[in-house]
């Protein structure tokens, strides 16, 4: 079976708060568990940045469904290429917010504020990867 990795971002339509944030994860963690989906959420600034890993069809179908969701929206596709091994597979769905390790990775980047928008591939897969060693514990 195909294995792909998709990245994108997206804006949240309004400000989340933590429980609209623990909704979302739970949600996402029994779904992409029952998928056998995996990867990782970054949220601050309004901005979401997401990996998900898994099968093709799950995964794009997966997708389509979140792209729909009324809680972000300017849903931006960054990457989508098959993959031969998860660099995420140990989260169902990871998850980092914008602590200090957070901004210290942005600040290596250059930036001094989350905006996936001027990330390239390479960035946003690098700073989800350093992130998911960081997460937040929501
Ligand atoms: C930024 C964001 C990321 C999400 N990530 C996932 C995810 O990885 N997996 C998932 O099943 N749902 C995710 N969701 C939630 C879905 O959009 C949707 O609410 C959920 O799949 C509906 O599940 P249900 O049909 O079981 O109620 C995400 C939502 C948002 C706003």
């Not at 971002?9 to 568990?33: E, H, P, Q, V, Y």
Request: proline share 2%.
């Amino acid at each position: 079976m195909t294995q792909v990795r998709l990245l994108y971002f997206s804006r949240a339509t309004r400000d989340m708060s933590l429980s609209d944030l623990k909704d979302i994860l739970g949600k996402a963690r029994a779904n992409n568990d029952s998928l056998e989906v995996c990867g990782m959420l970054c949220y601050e600034n309004r901005y979401f940045l997401q990996a998900l890993e898994g099968e093709r069809s799950a995964l794009n179908e997966l997708y389509l469904d979140i792209a729909e969701d009324p809680r972000h929206d300017e849903i931006t596709l960054i990457s989508y290429c098959e993959v031969d091994s998860p660099t995420f597979e140990r989260w169902k769905m990871g998850y980092a917010a914008g602590s200090a390790e957070f901004y210290r990775l942005l600040k290596e980047m250059g930036q001094t504020e989350f905006s996936p928008a001027v990330m390239n591939e390479a960035q946003a897969l690098s700073f989800l990867k350093l992130m998911s060693g960081n997460q937040s514990g929501i």
